[in-house]
């Protein structure tokens, strides 16, 4: 997310919104190849880790590729029994492979997270019962502590924070965060935590506050 996190604060953009997509992974290989053929298999950087486990098995050397469909197509290119792909079932329709196998994930709940951006700060009414998380970056004075200092008021508050992910700023001399805390900014205890937040934060940005996808609270 290190990309999101320089661009969304300069782009004009807000969050009104989060999706969870399951994600299922299959081995794609060229027409009338079998699993045992292959030597090199092909995808995503983030898709390769998230099927770790059949790659240790099977002994194949990962090749890392834009995305999972264009591993796809590179592999009906190169039209070779040997190089294989981990993408979706579709991206085997679209490229003319077999699906040698299917759900090949590590993890039968694995996700992929999309935010859902407005160019209008649509902030949902404040309901006390409504589960919503509330996006922001900001920078860290330079103090002894800062951190620990700026997530004080959320601990003390009873605000969860869902997410918190450090990133340098330009000149890599500040450094900056992403929160998630899990709050309305009208919420009573939100409002406290910002109160102190302020004191040990510069460059406070709102980025969004938006409904949690029910799929974050499902066990």
């Known amino acids: 997310m290190a990309d999101v996190h320089h661009f969304l604060p300069r782009s004009g953009l807000y969050i009104i919104g989060e999706h969870f997509e399951p994600i299922r992974h299959a081995l794609l290989g060229i027409k009338g190849s079998r699993p045992e053929t292959l030597k090199y298999v092909h995808s995503h950087v983030h898709a390769i880790p998230q099927c770790r486990n059949i790659i240790k098995e099977m002994r194949l050397s990962a090749c890392v590729q834009t995305d999972t469909a264009g591993a796809a197509a590179i592999v009906a290119q190169k039209n070779d029994p040997a190089h294989g792909a981990i993408a979706s079932s579709l991206a085997a329709q679209i490229y003319g492979l077999d699906i040698l196998i299917d759900n090949i994930q590590d993890s039968a709940h694995n996700m992929t997270r999309f935010l859902v ?103």
């Open 117 to 219: 951006l407005s160019k209008e700060h649509q902030i949902p009414l404040y309901r006390k019962e409504d589960k919503v998380l509330t996006s922001l970056v900001y920078t860290v004075r330079n103090i002894p502590a800062a951190l620990y200092k700026s997530l004080g008021g959320f601990a003390t508050n009873g605000v969860s924070i869902a997410k918190l992910e450090s990133y340098v700023g330009e000149g890599f001399s500040v450094a900056r965060f992403y929160a998630e805390p899990e709050a309305h900014p009208d919420n009573p205890s939100m409002q406290q935590a910002f109160d102190e937040l302020k004191f040990y934060a510069d460059d406070i940005t709102m980025l969004g506050t938006y409904p949690a996808h029910p799929l974050r609270f499902s066990s």
